[in-house]
């Protein structure tokens, strides 16, 4: 006694047969099928062992709101847990686990929890386990997340693709039932533009179950075609197999689409899912309602089913989910299930209505039981019979086979994503959809309306009303009649049912039955939102779609309050679950951040950099050379020639940003703490920047190009940063100055040649005469290249203390002005240095970088004082750089840092301490903010921030490195390590 | 160096055009590419006007501001008097080397920009002609709709490959 394929019926291809194996056995079901209605034509219906005390299940429903049949599709990489079989679709060689079972389905040894229960109810773990405490994490817990759980993911990588993408649209239409469609319909024709989503492979919602016609076509059929029409209309996007999981801010819809996910092999250029943002002027839910189950002892074994759940598979599958059934319900829909049960040749041997009172006319052959209830249901694996529960007696029944309706709730949880909360309504014993919804309405079953015909109208006149706000005049779809229409009345809850001696599960997912939220009320948790934590109701996949209501109606008669009073858990996104794959999107791998080249990357990789990460910048860092065998090797010859001849340096990442305007003078002399009034046309300076607080907030050189024209170089890591922060200051503080900006960090390919032999390098391809005289120190100006080939803006400015310039030409021309260079170089003894040369060299000269500009420092501490201007007017930071604990004396200074051994190495980020003091914070007098080793001092040297440093050069201290256990003694000194009379740079 | 044979080398020189039934994305000659900065409340519109009257294509970028771009580099003299022409209106940067263009192309344009940019870029949203400044997932771009199924796209030449990468990835689907 099973369920079983109906020999005809259903929209099934039957001529496209389908193989697939469910643990292993092989199976075979149609083109059309999903993996549950396979599954129950062959007669499966154990399909699941349940969260916790290991119970068999079966198939519940017919959507996505399954909390039982979750099996683990695919493997390798594509191993997908916890798929629901009733949301999958068949494929050829489908293969489907079964999970939480162990060794076998049918035999699992982790239902001897079963026996167990009277000591695993809720917050059974709370009060347990509690001695000794050391075993909780060596013994408990690793115990009983293997005894319950889901499925397990794996460890592989996921081979296939997925992509985000927006939408846009006037109206969104979430679901394509009777409303949706009747919606969709009337906007399609209208010509706004229109998106309709739907969760399932096939639009029409509960049209595709039902026997009614439409207009002379049967409602399936209907369906069809209006996809059809709708798919023909270019203003119209129909996104089937898409279930849109959040709304969010402006209007903006989540959804995603399984683009893949039905087919046997994933095509490689195509993703597997999308994650859609779809921004909508308008949208419209129509998400229709999902069925209640009803609490009763037993509910959970096999061959117990929703009856809308039962006569979809009937009706759409061709499927039987029993050979003799009963059908409980507290409401009149349960009877066009049983009407087509008969009508399909089942077996029906009862129809037991809660209502005494029930009106609904029955001329079917099943006998009707009124005002009576199921109070048991018996079976293992299978269900063999139920107990009749009656004015105090009770009857047994042999059916293989039950469908409860307990009701119907309204998919509100998209309209309860945004803050709303849901209300209840007495008159539909529901919980409805709050009202005032900016941007969003309802429309169909969601807001309790009932029957085909109705729902459709709604769906059109909704949409009607909705364009209509957009400006878009259009009457609403009319369709033909609809014959074999049911209206479901709203009907009395019933949330307890008398004469109960099973468990009667409320939340099947989390194994949570009616005596477990009676204890929670019993011992405090009575608030929905500590039941929810306390009994796990709620939780997990299916975040309690079937169960949330039955518990709420629980706690309220234990409490004795309307359920309005208990109210919901809060509706959040997702509403099912989303893949981190679709969350993640095409970013991973070789996508995931871009990567940012300089216009010399190539020069560098073939002159054979080895590249180190900046940001999104890609740096070269040192260049090897045959028979280095470390970095430091590399990086010491380079600091080595720049000093004895010259060498050439990528530094087309500096931030680069050109200022004009007839005010750019005064606006500059206001963002740098220092003059720039006065700076003459063709030199350069050097700027601090300070935020409003008088700290530090980035440094480089500005350049006067033209009398109105400035060049100004931030370091790389705040080129956007101060780039905004001129915005803002141009735009919104002194709008009255004729300022303009433009980044110019990607025009420029930017070369710092430095080292005594510079000039003589530079000078045989710049035309113009650079000479000390007439291109000295802080001269900055454009230059004729190569003959007059190309012009280039040339700065003698230097980083490394060495005589030095910086050369920039337009980007596409820097590779081969690079090139020249080191050909020209070539005879004096040119090298090509990196991002860490040029560390050890402005290390070596005292020269700070963000090390320093820590975003604690004022200029003072960095022996800048005089860089801030007492005589300007005003200036950023002007008002600030002088509070009291800005000058305070002990404040932490720029110092120089060397070993006292020069064999001794000590690492940045080291602390100093006074020489004899204990390692304790306590006793932290700074730290090392640089370090590296110095090929000219022939030690490691650092610099540091420490406590009145300017003071105490010469003093001995400790650098002492706690994370490492680390103490190097050593010396305070000037941070100038190399040519502090600057006369290399005048020569 | 006066016979030094310089060698001006694209973002995208290695990067074959990439053409499907769908779409097509092909790398713009790096011709040239002046930011136009307007005077605080000036109204250069009748001088931008006049110069794509001239065949120049003017784009436009945010308040104030515009692009002026083409395929053919411009010399120094060129350059010069062009930029003397903005003037007094606006002043204009050279970005021809900063900036790189990458045309995208085919009836699934839209649907390919779709995946990176939040943009409406519905014809009847977004018509020839338009400007604006986006992300295209991670990187921010300028786009231009140029023809009813084609945008040009202007991304910071440090970006152009990273870019060029993800379109082509995007791209992919529509592929044979």
């Known amino acids: 006694m099973t369920s079983y394929r109906l020999p005809k019926g259903g929209l099934i291809d039957r001529q496209s047969p389908l193989s697939f194996r469910f643990d292993g056995k092989a199976l075979s079901g149609f083109s059309g099928d999903s993996l549950a209605s396979a599954l129950l034509a062959n007669g499966q219906r154990l399909v699941a062992r349940s969260f916790k005390y290991h119970r068999p299940r079966g198939i519940l429903t017919a959507g996505s709101a399954e909390p039982n049949a979750l099996m683990t599709i695919g493997s390798g990489g594509r191993t997908e847990p916890n798929t629901r079989a009733t949301m999958q679709e068949l494929y050829q060689g489908l293969e489907a686990q079964s999970q939480n079972r162990w060794p076998s389905l049918d035999l699992d040894i982790g239902a001897l929890n079963s026996l167990l229960s009277p000591f695993l109810g809720a917050g059974f773990y709370y009060k347990t386990f509690m001695w000794p405490g050391a075993l909780w994490e060596k013994l408990y817990e690793p115990f009983i997340r293997k005894a319950a759980g889901l499925g397990k993911a794996t460890y592989e990588a996921d081979p296939d693709g997925y992509e985000k993408s927006w939408a846009h649209c006037d109206l969104l239409v979430i679901g394509a039932g009777p409303a949706g469609l009747g919606a969709a319909l009337t906007a399609g024709r209208s010509g706004a533009r229109v998106i309709v989503v739907d969760e399932h492979a096939l639009a029409g919602g509960s049209l595709l179950a039902e026997t009614a016609s439409i207009g002379g076509a049967t409602a399936a059929e209907f369906a069809r075609q209006a996809i059809a029409e709708l798919e023909s209309l270019p203003n119209v996007e129909v996104l089937t197999r898409t279930t849109a999981f959040g709304w969010y801010d402006g209007n903006v819809f989540g959804a995603v689409q399984r683009v893949q996910k039905h087919v046997a092999t994933p095509k490689d250029n195509v993703p597997v899912e999308r994650l859609w943002r779809i921004a909508a002027k308008r949208a419209l839910l129509a998400t229709g309602t999902e069925e209640r189950p009803l609490v009763f002892g037993g509910n959970d074994i096999p061959g117990v089913m929703m009856a809308g759940a039962a006569r979809s598979y009937l009706n759409r599958y061709g499927v039987a989910f029993g050979k003799r059934a009963a059908v409980f319900t507290t409401n009149d ?526 200029p003072a501490d960095l022996g800048f004082g005089k860089m801030v201007s007492a005589a300007k007017p005003d200036f950023i930071g002007k008002a600030m750089v002088d509070r009291e604990g800005l000058v305070a004396e002990d404040r932490p200074q720029l110092v120089g840092v060397v070993p006292l051994d020069p064999a001794q190495a000590f690492r940045t980020g080291s602390h100093i301490l006074a020489k004899d003091a204990a390692a304790t914070l306590e006793n932290d007098q700074g730290y090392v903010t640089s370090s590296c080793y110095s090929p000219h001092i022939g030690s490691t040297i650092g610099l540091a921030l420490v406590k009145r440093g300017s003071q105490r050069h010469g003093e001995d201290v400790m650098i002492w490195n706690g994370l490492r256990n680390e103490y190097t003694p050593g010396r305070l000194c000037s941070p100038v390590f190399f040519d502090p009379a600057n006369e290399k740079l005048h020569v | 160096m006066s016979k030094y044979r310089l060698i001006h080398r694209p973002a995208l020189s290695d990067k074959q055009p990439f053409n499907a039934s769908g779409i097509g994305l092909t790398a713009l000659p790096e011709g040239h590419v002046i930011h136009v900065l307007a005077e605080q409340g000036a109204d250069p519109s009748a001088m931008l006007k006049g110069l794509a009257e001239q065949g120049h294509s003017v784009r436009y970028a945010a308040p104030g501001q515009w692009y002026i771009v083409g395929d053919e580099p411009l010399a120094d003299d060129a350059l010069a008097a062009l930029l003397t022409r903005l003037t007094p209106h606006a002043e204009g940067v050279d970005q021809s080397h900063g900036r790189v263009r990458i045309l995208a192309r085919g009836p699934m344009v839209e649907r390919v920009l779709a995946k990176g940019s939040g943009t409406d870029l519905a014809l009847s949203a977004f018509v020839v002609g338009r400007s604006t400044t986006t992300l295209i997932g991670h990187i921010a771009a300028h786009i231009t709709r140029v023809e009813d199924h084609a945008f040009e796209i202007m991304v910071l030449r440090g970006f152009a490959e990273s870019l060029w990468d993800d379109l082509a990835q995007m791209s992919a689907e529509f592929a044979a």
């Open chain 1, 333 to 858: 829909s349960g009877y066009a299930l049983a009407r087509d049960l008969e009508g399909a040749g089942v077996e029906l041997a009862a129809i037991v209505d809660s209502r005494a009172d029930a009106a609904i006319a029955w001329s079917g052959k099943a006998r009707l039981v009124k005002g009576a209830f199921v109070s048991d249901a018996k079976g293992g694996k299978s269900l063999s019979g139920i107990s009749i529960w009656k004015d105090g007696k009770s009857e047994t029944l042999d059916v293989d086979a039950l469908a409860v309706s307990g009701g119907f709730s309204p998919i509100i949880h998209l309209a309860c994503h945004r803050g709303g909360r849901p209300v209840w309504s007495d008159t539909h014993s529901a919980f409805l959809a709050p009202t005032k919804l900016n941007g969003l309405s309802l429309a169909g079953a969601v807001k309790a309306t009932s029957g085909i015909a109705a729902c459709m109208a709604d769906g059109a006149a909704q949409a009607s009303a909705l364009l209509g706000e957009l400006g878009f005049k259009v009457e609403p779809a009319t369709f033909g009649a609809v014959e074999g229409d049911i209206a479901v009345p709203a009907a009395k809850a019933v949330w307890s049912i008398p004469g109960i001696k099973g468990k009667a599960f409320v939340d099947f997912q989390n194994d949570v039955h009616r005596k477990d939220l009676g204890l929670a009320v019993q011992e405090g948790y009575g608030h929905v939102e500590l039941a929810k934590r306390y009994t796990t109701t709620g939780m997990a996949t299916d975040q309690g779609k079937l169960s949330n209501v039955n518990a709420i109606g629980l706690l309220a008669e234990a409490r004795g309050v309307s359920p309005a009073d208990v109210g919901t858990t809060t509706f959040r996104p997702f509403y099912t679950p989303v893949s981190f794959g679709a969350l993640t999107g095409a970013y991973h791998r070789d996508h995931f951040q871009p990567v940012r080249k300089s216009p010399l990357h190539d020069w560098a990789a073939k002159n054979g950099a080895k590249f180190v990460e900046t940001g999104l910048w890609y740096r070269s860092s040192w260049f090897p050379r045959d028979g280095e065998t470390s970095w430091r090797e590399s990086v010491d010859r380079e600091v080595r020639n720049v000093r004895l001849n010259a060498g050439l340096c990528d530094v087309s990442m500096l931030g680069k940003i050109e200022i004009v305007g007839a005010d750019a003078g005064e606006f500059l002399n206001r963002i740098y703490s220092n003059g720039f009034a006065k700076l003459p046309v063709g030199k350069a300076r050097y700027g601090l920047m300070l935020r409003e607080d008088g700290i530090v907030y980035d440094d480089g050189t500005t350049s006067r190009i033209e009398e109105n024209r400035y060049f100004m170089t931030t370091t790389t890591a705040y080129a956007a940063g101060v780039m905004n922060h001129l915005e803002f200051c141009s735009q919104a503080l002194w709008p009255d100055l004729d300022v303009r900006l433009s980044s110019v960090t990607d025009q420029w390919a930017q070369m710092a040649i430095a080292g005594p032999k510079s000039r003589t390098i530079l000078q045989a391809i710049v035309d113009d005469d650079i000479s000390n005289e007439a291109f000295p120190f802080l001269a900055a100006r454009d230059v004729s290249l190569f003959s007059g080939q190309l012009r280039g803006r040339l700065f003698r400015i230097s980083f490394s203390g060495e005589l030095a310039y910086e050369l920039a030409v337009p980007a596409g021309y820097g590779e081969s002005v690079a090139d020249a260079l080191m050909d020209a170089g070539k005879q004096h003894g040119i090298c090509a240095y990196g991002v860490e040369a040029l560390s050890v060299l402005r290390i070596e000269k005292g020269h700070v970088t963000h090390n320093e500009l820590n975003g604690t420092v004022v």
